[in-house]
């Protein structure tokens, strides 16, 4: 899923003004969320459920034409 959040981001987002924004905050706050995450099985499960389900949908996005 990585690889596609990445393509995402890059293709996506960052010619943006606006997804460059999104890029920058993701940047400054997904620290903290990580931390917040880390100690708690069940908040790092649910993390990779939403996770995949955003891959998969963006997945579905990018191959479309």
């Not at 400054?28 to 939403?50: C, D, Y």
């Not at 389900?53 to 191959?63: D, F, V």
Request: glycine share 4%; proline share 5%.
């Amino acid at each position: 899923e990585l690889h596609i959040l990445r393509e995402f981001r890059d293709q996506v987002l960052r010619p943006t003004y606006a997804g460059r924004q999104v890029v920058w905050i993701y940047y400054k706050f997904s620290p903290v969320v990580a931390a917040w995450i880390v100690n708690s099985q069940l908040k790092i499960r649910v993390s990779r459920w939403f996770i995949t389900k955003i891959a998969s949908g963006l997945k579905k996005s990018l191959n479309s034409p």
